[in-house]
C-alpha cells in the first residue's frame, strides 16, 4: 500500500506534517510528500518516503485573487502526480490542499482519504465552507487542531473526527519554569507578523513601559511595524524578521513570556495555537486573546494570562499576574496540560494505525 500526502505549503513551515511523518516511518508505511516550494528552498527533512516539490516561488501575504494561477498550476501537478503513482489512500493537509483536491476526495479517494484540518481560511464564503463539510464528511478520518472548529461547521454529527494537537513530535519539556525577578520582563513573540493594525496598537500599548521588553520574530509586516515603532521614537520593542524552527529553541531560553494574543476574528477565534505547546514545551508563561477558544480551553492553568486591549489597566494587571505567579502552582500547570496533551495524542495515533490498516 502507498499513500500520498498533499501539502501546500514549505516543508520548513509545516509543522504538523513532521508528525506524520515520524509515525508512518515507525511502521515502515511506502509514501510520497507532494508540497508546493513556495521559497524556493533547500530545506529538506530526513524521512523514509520521497518528497516531490511544487517548485514555484508566491507571496503568501498577497490576497487569493492575485494567486489564483499559480493555485491552478499547483492543482495541475498534484493530480499528475497521484493519477502517475496511483496511490491506495492520501492524507491531505489543510484546507487549500483539500480544496484543490476536491474531485478526487468526493470521487476516486471517498472514504479512503485523511483530512487534516488545521486553519480557518476562506470559509466565510458560502461555497467554500460546504466544501469544507464535504471534505470532512467523505473522508475516513477527520482529524482537526482545534474542537473549537467543530463549531463553525455542521460538524458535530461526524463521528470520525479526532483531535490531533498542534504539536511536531511527542512533547518534551525543554527547560523548567522560572521566574525573572529583575526587570524588564521580556515578552516574546515568534510567528508570521500579520495583523498590522491591531500589533500597531500592541506597540502603543507597550511602547516606552520600563517593565517590559517586547521582541516579534518573523516574517510578514513586521517591517511596517518596526517603521512605525521608529517615528514614535519607541525603544523596548524590536523586530528580527525571519527566523527558522531550529531557532526557536534560542528565543525560548531569552523569553519570560510568550506573546499568543490576537485580534480576535473568525480565523483566531476558534483555533489552538502551536504557541500553546511551545508554551508548554518550554515552560513559559503565555498570553491569550479573550473571548477565544484558547482561553476557554486553558482557563484552569496558573500558567496563562487572559489578554484585551479594551482593559485600560491591562498592563498593570499583566505585570502584577507575572509578579505573583507561584513557581510550584505553575509547574503543575504545565504537568496538568502535558497530560492531557498526551492523552489526545494517543487516541490520534491509535486512530491514524487504524487508517492506515498496519
Given amino acids: ?3 500520498g500526502l498533499i501539502l501546500c505549503a514549505d516543508l520548513e513551515k509545516a509543522q504538523y506534517l513532521y508528525k506524520y511523518i515520524e509515525l508512518l516511518d515507525s511502521v515502515k508505511c511506502c509514501y510520497d510528500v507532494i508540497y508546493w516550494n513556495r521559497n524556493l528552498s533547500n530545506y529538506k527533512i530526513q524521512c523514509d518516503g520521497c518528497l516531490i516539490p511544487f517548485n514555484e516561488k508566491i507571496d503568501s501575504f498577497k490576497p487569493l485573487v492575485f494567486k489564483v494561477r ?5 492543482f495541475r501537478f498534484v493530480h499528475r502526480v497521484i493519477k502517475k503513482n496511483s496511490y491506495d489512500k492520501l492524507i491531505v493537509f489543510t484546507t487549500p490542499a483539500a480544496i484543490v483536491l476536491l474531485d478526487l476526495c468526493l470521487n476516486k479517494y471517498k472514504k479512503r482519504y485523511l483530512f487534516d484540518y488545521r486553519d480557518i481560511t476562506k470559509e466565510y464564503l458560502f ?7 464535504k471534505l470532512a464528511n467523505s473522508s475516513n478520518m477527520f482529524v482537526v487542531s482545534s474542537p473549537g472548529y467543530l463549531n463553525n461547521f455542521d460538524l458535530k454529527k461526524i463521528e470520525n473526527w479526532v483531535l490531533c494537537h498542534n504539536t511536531y513530535k511527542d512533547i518534551s519539556y525543554k527547560k523548567s519554569f522560572e521566574k525573572n525577578i529583575e526587570e524588564p520582563i521580556k515578552i516574546v513573540y515568534w510567528g508570521a ?11 502603543k500599548l507597550f511602547g516606552n513601559d520600563d517593565r517590559f521588553d517586547f521582541i516579534f520574530h518573523g516574517d510578514g509586516a513586521y517591517e511596517e511595524l518596526r517603521l512605525f515603532c521608529e517615528k514614535r521614537k519607541i525603544k523596548n520593542i524590536t523586530f528580527t524578521g525571519k527566523y527558522f524552527l531550529n531557532q526557536i529553541n534560542e528565543f525560548a531560553h531569552r523569553t519570560d513570556i510568550l506573546f499568543n494574543a490576537y485580534e480576535t476574528d473568525y480565523v483566531t477565534t476558534p483555533s489552538l495555537a502551536v504557541k500553546v505547546y511551545d508554551s508548554l514545551v518550554y515552560q513559559l508563561p503565555l498570553i491569550v486573546s479573550k473571548n477565544t477558544f484558547m482561553e476557554s480551553y486553558l482557563k484552569e492553568n496558573e500558567h496563562v494570562f487572559t489578554f484585551s486591549l479594551d482593559d485600560n489597566s491591562i498592563l498593570d494587571k499583566l505585570y502584577e499576574w507575572y509578579e505573583h505567579l507561584d513557581i510550584e502552582k505553575v509547574k503543575k500547570s504545565f504537568e496538568r496540560l502535558h497530560s492531557q496533551v498526551e492523552k489526545d495524542e494517543e487516541v490520534f495515533k491509535n486512530r491514524l494505525f487504524e487508517f492506515l490498516k498496519l
Fill in 127 to 133: 461555497i467554500y465552507k460546504k466544501a469544507v463539510e
Fill in 1 to 3: 500500500m502507498k499513500i
Fill in 193 to 203: 507578523v500579520r495583523q498590522v493594525e491591531y500589533n500597531k496598537k500592541i506597540c
Fill in 70 to 74: 499559480q493555485y491552478l498550476r499547483f
